[in-house]
């Protein structure tokens, strides 16, 4: 039964059709094949036609998925339909195809396209709606909108890469389910400002909204252009500045009186220009620079009235014009850093008035023209108007629209030329430089150019040191030093996927991103854990460790990998007095191996900080060998840091056969009969307990150990794959968050791919010597999941500063890095016959794959010479000219037989450091926390038994550390051997855990720490 009205409302939705005001709901009972006529037909098929459709199928109760065994069909007017039809996707176009694809979204409009040419000549006479589920008895309910057939528009030649890329991907999404959470952004590549339109000039979180707010009109209403600094919705935009042109008598300040309706259709969205048709007879343009813009507006003729208005999404901020150019400043949206900002800007034709908007906020300012056409050259600043009349001078001035928007042009082909498929779709092109677009957005630059473009001295507003006194009109109160500083990364998100990717397409300049960020531990003491732009108290784990580390193993030339590094090695062994900065819970977390249950999301924190000591160890034993001035305190660090890295055995229970949260007193949070691993939230960050079952990425082997080996960890991963998510079990959530509708939407078991924590897990069978199932659902996932890219879709999560564009690329080229912090990639297989791609700063490599319809690898060859291991180093790959893959339609045995490397290397379970010392909580040196301390010149203690320590920490208090000591040893308390003896020592930090190597170990039940004079100390360990 079909009925036309309404629509289905939902996440993204309004209660109205796609675009239409109706939509047509389909409701029955599955039961065989179903077809009801819709309007259409009597027409002749033209070369380059096509049919297209959106539909919405509703999620039924029983999750039988029935109402997405749909589609709209043709029949020709000799009764025959068009037999082996195909999606833009390369999915069965039928209904039964379209279903058994698992192509389309429950609970979203998607966007469905037919090739017709193959039926050119041929008349429809009919177009029909078909429904197909294969089980009988189903009650379903859907609706479908926009069925056309027509001419495809032409699709980019590939001379300009940029035209490829559509900024809306993403944007048609909410906070209550996510296909990217993105705005429409026009910048430049890691600028200083976006640009981007909005249609809540009132808020800091998500002021374009694609589809779901739209008018009785079912079309979305412009508010404003807008300068933006938004790192995410979620954490919140920050010194907005809105600029709308308004066509009427009275200079309109009141966003929604001012708002103008559009359709998608007359916008052009791309990262060099920004276009808008409004239907009141506006045309609306804009160009990015870095600091700045140039916007152009064009009038009707016979309009009313023709101004520019100036606002902020609050009353925190002003404009001001004195004849020649407009001043101002705003301070609004998230305070995490945020500073004013100011802006300098000059008009093509003199303001006829220039005065307060009629209605509104208080602060908006409108600018009046008696001319059809205006030009606007603005720039930003944080540090004062001057600065910004300086960026205006050296970006804009002179300079005209089109010569603005080539040179943005010539940038983003830049960036985007890195990856060159070949025999690819035209959504895959639209993906893959799409997925570069955003990858490049991110981090964002935060400094300035005070000097000349021959000469540049730069200089930035720093968000991480306090600010002093109040800002003017002209000019910040934040501290303004010299230097490069990168702002907005979330790194708990980043670090997977695409810091990995800046360091393989972009390693000259990962080493300025990587610096830029170390630049806040330099003015601040500690990296962002999310910057956005400064400390920011959100997110587990201090994941800039490992994604510094991984580019600096990889090869990336850190300006100051040593400072690089002590940022990194401040997080992995410092308690922090702030809970901005550092990591959460270690005061005790250190000593005991583990996060307690005391600290929120406690396994997050561990696992991810056992990742990052991880990788900071490997970073230490390389910089041993270039820095010999600290070799031996480096070779201490890295040993001490990676048995840490090996705690994680200590958070699995083998009741549960699961990763779950200890107690301060060790024991498990819960017993075998109330853990569920289904259950979101509690010691998890953002998933459950299933999700965080394979989070060992950097040890896969010890990981597959303690489920008992390779095939253990197989079955652990299959019936990870099977269990479904059924979004009901929020645990600690007092709602069913978005994350947990997104991962069951996935259908595929529990992987919540939607999310971060899930993206390494199908790369986890390459450690079972079963790879095959890794390259297929690798390749479903590039199939089904990043979907919807031409209606404002195209991810199936959050996609986060670039992350799960990352994704993409990596697992389109065959290749992830699985182990983040070892130079090596996990082996899929690669998605397109052949890619050519050229690392900016890096040799090219061809990647080709004969069979690339087919996801299993046959045989992989690197210059002609067989890899046998689903791995393989960033050395060997970049070093490579060529990789070849032969796929098949069947799995193989190519790289069953050996496994990739890993931390562990046999079948043992890993053994990490055990404290020697029994705890005592009435001595502050041995109370397991560095939240106690005291002063001593000679403390003694006694093991129950004697013991043969390899290691040991001291940790130093407030004040005091002792620069020299001597640690000896006795097996009767009476004669004493030396067992170590250090002077002219520096604890950098105060609250800082030190390791330190007994060079000649013994067994011995005695032990006694002497200094030459008082220190203040918070706790020692003997390790083994």
Request: hydrophobic residues 35%; glycine residues 10%.
């Amino acid at each position: 039964m079909i009925v036309r009205g309404g629509g289905p409302g939902g996440a993204t939705s309004s209660r109205a059709g796609f675009s239409g005001v109706d939509g047509t709901r389909y409701s029955g009972t599955s039961g065989g094949r179903q077809v009801v006529p819709l309007p259409g037909g009597d027409r002749v098929v033209a070369a380059g036609d096509r049919l297209r459709y959106k539909v919405y199928p509703e999620l039924d109760a029983g999750l039988s998925y029935s109402a997405t065994y749909v589609a709209v069909e043709v029949v020709f007017a000799d009764g025959a339909g068009l037999d082996g039809a195909r999606d833009q996707y390369g999915k069965a176009a039928d209904a039964a195809g379209q279903g058994a694809a698992k192509i389309l979204y429950a609970g979203q409009w998607n966007d469905v396209q037919v090739d017709l040419t193959a039926a050119a000549g041929r008349t429809v006479e009919q177009v029909v709606l078909v429904v197909d589920a294969p089980e009988a008895g189903h009650e379903f309910v859907g609706w479908i909108d926009d069925v056309e057939i027509g001419p495809a528009p032409a699709e980019p030649d590939g001379t300009d890469l940029a035209a490829y890329v559509d900024t809306r991907r993403g944007t048609n999404a909410s906070h209550d389910f996510s296909r990217g959470n993105t705005l429409p952004i026009t910048a430049w590549p890691n600028g200083f400002n976006f640009l981007t339109p909005v249609t809540n000039a009132s808020t800091h979180r998500w002021p374009y909204e694609y589809h779901r707010a739209n008018n009785a009109d079912n079309r979305p209403e412009l508010q404003g252009l807008t300068f933006s600094h938004q790192p995410s919705p979620w954490m919140g935009d920050r010194d907005q500045l809105t600029i709308m042109p308004v066509a009427a008598a009275e200079p309109l300040g009141d966003p929604a009186e001012r708002a103008a309706a559009f359709s998608h259709d007359d916008e052009t969205a791309r990262p060099d220009l920004y276009a808008v048709d409004l239907a009141n007879g506006v045309r609306a343009e804009l160009t990015p620079t870095d600091h700045g813009a140039i916007f152009r507006f064009t009038f009707p003729r016979d309009a009313a009235g023709r101004h520019l208005i100036f606002d902020t999404i609050d009353e925190h901020g002003a404009f001001s014009y004195d004849g020649n150019a407009i001043t101002g400043w705003v301070e609004n949206g998230s305070e995490t850093g945020r500073t004013r900002m100011y802006c300098y800007g000059e008009f093509s034709t003199a303001p006829i008035a220039f005065g307060a908007a009629h209605g509104g906020r208080a602060n908006a300012r409108a600018a009046t023209f008696d001319v059809p056409e205006v030009t606007l050259r603005i720039a930003t600043s944080f540090i004062g108007v001057d600065q910004a009349r300086h960026n205006l001078e050296l970006e804009l001035a002179g300079r005209s629209f089109e010569e603005i928007q080539a040179a943005a042009n010539a940038v983003w082909n830049e960036r985007l030329q890195v990856i060159r498929p070949e025999g690819a779709t035209p959504p895959q092109l639209r993906t893959v430089y799409g997925n570069l677009y955003r990858l490049n957005l991110y981090p964002n630059s935060h400094f300035e150019n005070a000097g000349t473009p021959d000469a540049p001295e730069y200089r930035y507003a720093s968000p991480v040191l306090p600010t002093s006194g109040d800002p003017t009109e002209r000019d910040t109160n934040a501290v303004v030093k010299s230097g490069k500083m990168y702002v907005n990364s979330g790194f708990w998100d980043t670090y997977r996927t695409a810091w990995p990717a800046y360091a393989f397409f972009y390693p000259a300049l990962t080493a300025e991103l990587v610096d830029g960020f170390v630049q806040q531990y330099r003015d601040g003491g500690w990296i962002a854990r999310w910057s956005s732009p400064g400390y920011a108290d959100c997110m587990t784990g201090t994941s800039s460790d490992v994604s510094f580390a991984d580019a600096y193993l990889k090869g990336v030339t850190l300006p100051d990998p040593l400072a690089t590094y002590d940022a990194g090695l401040r997080n992995a062994t410092v308690a922090p007095s702030e809970t901005e900065v550092g990591r959460k819970g270690i005061e005790t977390g250190i000593f005991a191996g583990y996060v307690s249950t005391d600290t929120e999301e406690s396994v997050s924190w561990s696992l991810e900080a056992y990742l990052n000591d991880f990788a900071l160890a490997e970073m230490a034993t390389r910089l041993a060998d270039e820095h010999p001035e600290r070799r031996d305190q480096l070779l201490e660090e890295a040993e001490y840091l990676r048995r840490r890295s090996l705690n994680y055995v200590l958070l699995f229970d083998n009741s549960v056969n699961f990763f779950q949260g200890r107690r301060a007193d060790g024991s498990f949070a819960k017993t075998a009969a109330d853990f569920d691993p289904e259950e979101w939230g509690g010691d998890f960050t953002e998933t459950d307990g299933w999700n965080f079952a394979f989070h060992v990425a950097h040890d896969p082997r010890g990981l597959a150990n303690l489920y008992g080996g390779p095939r253990g960890l197989e079955a652990k991963l299959d019936a990870f794959f099977a269990t479904p998510e059924l979004a009901v079990k929020k645990g600690t959530y007092s709602i069913v968050i978005h994350e947990m509708l997104e991962a069951q939407a996935v259908r595929m078991g529990q992987f919540g791919f939607s999310n971060q924590p899930a993206h390494h897990i199908a790369w986890m069978y390459n450690y079972t010597g079963t790879p095959a199932k890794t390259q297929a659902i690798a390749r479903e996932v590039l199939d089904r999941l990043y979907v919807g890219e031409q209606i404002g879709q195209g991810y199936p999560g959050d996609e986060d500063n670039g992350e799960m564009s990352a994704w993409y690329l990596f697992a389109a080229l065959g290749l992830y890095p699985l182990r983040v912090g070892a130079p090596e990639y996990a082996i899929g297989s690669p998605l397109f016959p052949r890619v050519l791609v050229s690392p900016l700063g890096g040799r090219p490599l061809t990647i080709t794959a004969s069979g690339a319809e087919h996801p299993y690898v046959q045989d992989l060859q690197v210059d002609g010479k067989q890899l046998s291991v689903a791995s393989i180093t960033h050395a060997d790959l970049t070093a490579a000219d060529q990789l070849h893959f032969t796929l098949g339609a069947e799995p193989s045995d190519w790289a069953t037989l050996e496994l990739p490397p890993a931390l562990t290397s046999n079948d043992a379970v890993a053994r990490p450091l055990v404290d020697l010392i029994p705890v005592d909580p009435s001595n502050p040196l041995l109370d397991d926390t560095s939240a106690t301390e005291t002063t001593l010149e000679r403390v003694a203690w006694t093991l129950p038994a004697p013991a043969t320590p390899t290691l040991y920490t001291l940790t130093s208090g407030s004040a005091d550390a002792p620069s020299a000591w001597q640690l000896e040893a006795s097996t009767d308390g009476t004669t004493w051997t030396l067992l170590d003896e250090r002077t002219n020592q520096t604890f950098r930090w105060s609250r800082q855990t030190r390791p330190f190597t007994i060079k000649t170990p013994g067994e011995y039940q005695h032990y006694r720490l002497t200094t030459p004079t008082p220190a203040t100390l918070a706790q020692l360990e003997l390790l083994h």
